[in-house]
């Protein structure tokens, strides 16, 4: 089956640091990834689509310029939280299309802490 | 726009008896899928089943089964023979089919009792 990794599992850093996600499909070329948020206790919200070679989609109200997404190649996209602050904590999970209308294979998520 | 709704925010059943866990849809789209994934406590997210709006015959995969009513809108999930493992959250989603936006439901967590 496709097998979508995500790095890192768990994050814990100061107020004010960048962290990096990163989101690879290991058996599957995914033009599409999708990167979204969730909350404890609650669904998952989209954040923003990554098409490879291209600008990110965000969702409205995501803000671009703190959450930065490259999708440099056909199997890896990333999520750079810049300057992340304590509201910023939360799970982050990545998922890769295989092709349109296919299921999303997910990544394990990033729990994102910061201090 | 789309919009998925799953009304029992929680669902407690015995091990090794069936379970139906509920999810509606609004779409004014003529071609979508549904799909349902489960969410156990470490967080992955686990693609269990699909079901195209064009599909004439319930998805089914193992244990799991989606029971479709296209005129209800309706696409619940059966699971039968609980088994403790199967404890854990799960959405419903939909999506176009000719594009890839999952919507998700606010989820359904699932207790299995030995």
């Known amino acids: 089956g496709a097998v979508v990794s995500q790095h890192p599992s768990w994050v814990i850093c100061k107020s004010g640091t960048s962290v990096k996600i990163e989101c690879r499909s290991l058996?599957?070329?995914?033009?599409?990834m999708f990167w979204y948020r969730q909350f404890p206790k609650q669904s998952l919200m989209l954040m923003a689509t990554s098409n490879e070679g291209s600008k990110a989609t965000y969702e409205q109200g995501v803000e671009k310029d703190k959450f930065l997404i490259n999708h440099a190649s056909l199997t890896l996209s990333t999520l750079t939280v810049t300057s992340a602050h304590p509201e910023d904590s939360s799970f982050y999970i990545c998922?890769?299309?295989?092709?349109?209308?296919?299921?999303?294979?997910f990544g394990d998520g990033t729990r994102l802490s910061i201090l | 726009a789309q919009k998925i709704t799953q009304t029992q925010p929680g669902m407690f059943v015995q091990e090794k008896e069936a379970v139906t866990l509920d999810c509606t849809y609004d779409?004014?789209?003529?071609?979508?899928?549904l799909f349902w994934y489960k969410q156990p406590s470490s967080g992955e997210m686990i693609f269990l089943i699909y079901q195209g709006s064009y599909d004439e015959q319930n998805a089914t995969e193992g244990r799991y089964s989606l029971n479709f009513q296209k005129a209800r809108k309706s696409a619940n999930l059966v699971i039968s023979a609980s088994q403790l493992g199967d404890s854990a959250m799960y959405f419903c989603?939909?999506?176009?089919?000719?594009?890839?936006?999952?919507?998700f439901g606010e989820g359904t967590q699932l207790t299995v009792n030995p």
């Open positions: 989603a939909m999506s176009q089919t000719s594009g890839s936006r999952l919507t």
């Open positions: 998922s890769g299309e295989q092709g349109k209308g296919q299921p999303q294979h």
């Open positions: 779409t004014s789209d003529q071609s979508y899928g």
């Open positions: 058996d599957f070329q995914a033009t599409t």
